[in-house]
């Protein structure tokens, strides 16, 4: 069982993360390129929210993005100076007939997507994580996922614990929870989107 990182007196649990979505380098005269040693601390700090949904339940989910992190790390230490930014490792990648990050990135995205998705609908209402990561997930990753996959991620779902719960974990402030929150995931929403259009152009199809 994983465990939980303590939050910080008078704080919220994004304060025990690495790096944040925040704190992601954007350079927009390079074509909203995006830094790739901070993108992937901040995706690798994100898994951490998984054990605080359900460490056993969501292990699977966790792992998934994590492994697709190394992937893209992977390349990144192999050819450091082509790497600097996401867009640019994919596209050196592609040029050495290789596709490993490449298809690991596609998958990142999908599943920061699905969790960005999950947990923006979840604090703009007031319904239950279960409901919210359900409709996420219909809209993200289940139509790229095989049978043998969607029952591992509806039993995640099921898992998931009660709202109040999984906020009161978050921090004890929970109007500052929902407002660090929301500020966090526009950052990720961003990222996301500007991944998403680079990753259904020409240039990044192998």
Not at 156 to 167: E, N, Q, V
Not at 169 to 176: I, R
Not at 186 to 206: D, R
Request: proline fraction near 3%; glycine fraction near 6%.
């Amino acid at each position: 069982m994983a465990t939980i990182a303590a939050v910080p007196a008078g704080g919220t649990y994004l304060d025990t993360f690495k790096k944040s979505f925040t704190q992601v380098p954007i350079d927009a005269a390079k074509g909203n390129a995006i830094s790739t040693t901070e993108f992937l601390e901040a995706a690798e700090s994100l898994t951490t929210i998984f054990d605080v949904l359900g460490g056993v339940a969501f292990s699977p989910v966790k792992k998934d993005l994590l492994g697709n992190v190394q992937k893209i790390r992977a390349r990144q230490l192999a050819a450091p100076l082509e790497s600097e930014n996401l867009q640019d490792l994919v596209r050196n990648e592609l040029k050495s007939k290789s596709h490993t990050a490449t298809e690991g990135l596609v998958w990142l995205v999908r599943g920061l997507e699905f969790t960005c998705l999950g947990l923006s609908k979840n604090v703009a209402s007031s319904e239950e994580l279960s409901d919210s990561f359900r409709g996420s997930y219909s809209s993200t990753l289940k139509p790229h996922h095989s049978f043998l996959v969607k029952p591992i991620f509806s039993a995640a779902m099921s898992a998931c614990p009660y709202r109040k719960d999984f906020y009161a974990k978050l921090g004890d402030d929970d109007e500052k929870v929902k407002e660090e929150l929301k500020e966090y995931l526009a950052a990720l929403e961003k990222i996301v989107n500007i991944l998403k259009e680079f990753l259904a152009s020409k240039e990044a199809k192998w």
